[in-house]
């Protein structure tokens, strides 16, 4: 098993949109957002430090984004974080991020548990990782 945090507001996966240009036979594909790859990087970088050599098994893992409280949230009001970013799209991200790290292809995430809150007060907002290869219990 591997766990470990990242430090930072976490990014999502933006959509991809691919167009082809008047007189181009190829398509330019771009992505809606911008500030991803930090995110992504930070998370590969952080990610090294755990992995050994990556797997090319199936694995489990799960994430827990614990994003910024806003101000105007009380601290007795539900942690739920129900609101942009996507979970799904936050996920992305993350596993874009750990492939070529901790496994050699995405694919090979056989079980994926995701959950996102906001942080306590005075709580830096962060990802929770932890990895499990197949056959390691919980």
């Avoid at 098993?1 to 949109?17: L, P």
């Avoid at 500030?35 to 050599?53: C, P």
């Avoid at 009380?74 to 942009?84: D, N, T």
């Amino acid at each position: 098993m591997i766990r470990f945090q990242v430090a930072g507001q976490a990014r999502a996966k933006g959509s991809m949109r691919a167009f082809v240009p008047k007189g181009w036979t190829r398509p330019i594909v771009t992505s809606t957002s911008t500030s991803v790859k930090d995110w992504e990087q930070t998370i590969g970088h952080v990610a090294q430090k755990f992995s050994g050599s990556y797997t090319t098994g199936p694995v489990r893992v799960r994430l827990h984004f614990v994003l910024a409280r806003p101000k105007s949230l009380s601290s007795r009001a539900s942690r739920a974080h129900c609101k942009r970013p996507d979970l799904d799209k936050l996920c992305r991200a993350a596993l874009d991020a750990l492939t070529g790290v901790l496994w050699k292809d995405d694919s090979q995430v056989y079980a994926l548990s995701a959950l996102k809150t906001y942080a306590k007060a005075g709580e830096p907002p962060r990802v929770i990782v932890t990895v499990h290869n197949k056959g390691e219990t919980a």
